[in-house]
């Protein structure tokens, strides 16, 4: 994976910057930078070059060494870098030293497939509670968690501490359902709804359109086979 210009669409209020903006490519990368140093961990290796992590990411070394410098610079020549405390530094830098309680509205099948993923929780994310408006899906188990009645979302969200919103959702229910979630004071929130929300400044949307992925796939897969026969 060497092209990350495909990534999810992010919209932020005013008010939603950090107070050291990284470029929103480079936060793509240091993902996969901390996602093959986490296996490298696992596999007991301590020092990584710069070219050795580069090429398990699938960037090139200046690339790698631009992002890192956002971070700060914990390479040292001729030695590499240290794997588990760049992993460290890259993770503060992501937000991930904090605990991150994240709740999904919508319980069908994209909702119950997130719900019971595991690899949430060894990444720094609590998946605490699950909604449905079903009335035939609502008291339902979802892996660990008990769907809830997203009429109670408000009362469940502030009693689980839940600071990070997944949205299932049809197009048709998902800015209603989004503005009670701001409004019940969450400020993180990822939508797979098919449809553009509007946020208010403070607020950080991550929009994952499936479909439009596709068509980004399809469009670099023609330029590698050429058209078809005929056109």
Not at 175 to 193: K, M, P, T, Y
Not at 203 to 211: C, F, G, S, T
Request: aromatic residues 6%; proline residues 4%.
């Amino acid at each position: 994976m060497t092209s990350l210009d495909s990534s999810p669409e992010a919209v932020h209020g005013d008010g939603g910057t950090a107070a050291k903006q990284i470029p929103p490519a480079a936060v793509a990368r240091l993902t996969i930078y901390l996602r093959a140093l986490t296996t490298m961990l696992a596999e007991g290796v301590e020092r990584v070059s710069s070219e050795s992590l580069a090429e398990a990411s699938g960037v090139s070394s200046s690339t790698l060494r631009k992002d890192l410098s956002h971070v700060g610079s914990y390479g040292t020549r001729g030695v590499g870098y240290e794997v588990q405390y760049l992993s460290r530094h890259i993770s503060a830098a992501l937000g991930l030293t904090r605990d991150w309680k994240v709740a999904i509205v919508g319980a069908g099948n994209l909702g119950k497939a997130l719900a019971r993923y595991g690899g949430f929780e060894s990444r720094g994310f609590d998946v605490v509670a699950i909604f449905d408006a079903d009335q035939m899906v609502v008291g339902n188990e979802v892996g660990w968690l008990r769907v809830s009645d997203v009429a109670d979302l408000e009362p469940v969200l502030q009693r689980t501490g839940t600071n990070m919103v997944v949205l299932a959702l049809p197009a048709a229910v998902a800015q209603g359902v989004c503005d009670r979630v701001i409004a019940a004071g969450v400020r993180s929130i990822l939508s797979f709804a098919p449809v553009m929300l509007q946020v208010p400044p403070g607020v950080n949307l991550r929009k994952v359109d499936m479909a439009t992925e596709l068509q980004i796939l399809a469009y670099h897969a023609q330029r590698i086979r050429g058209p078809e026969d005929g056109e």
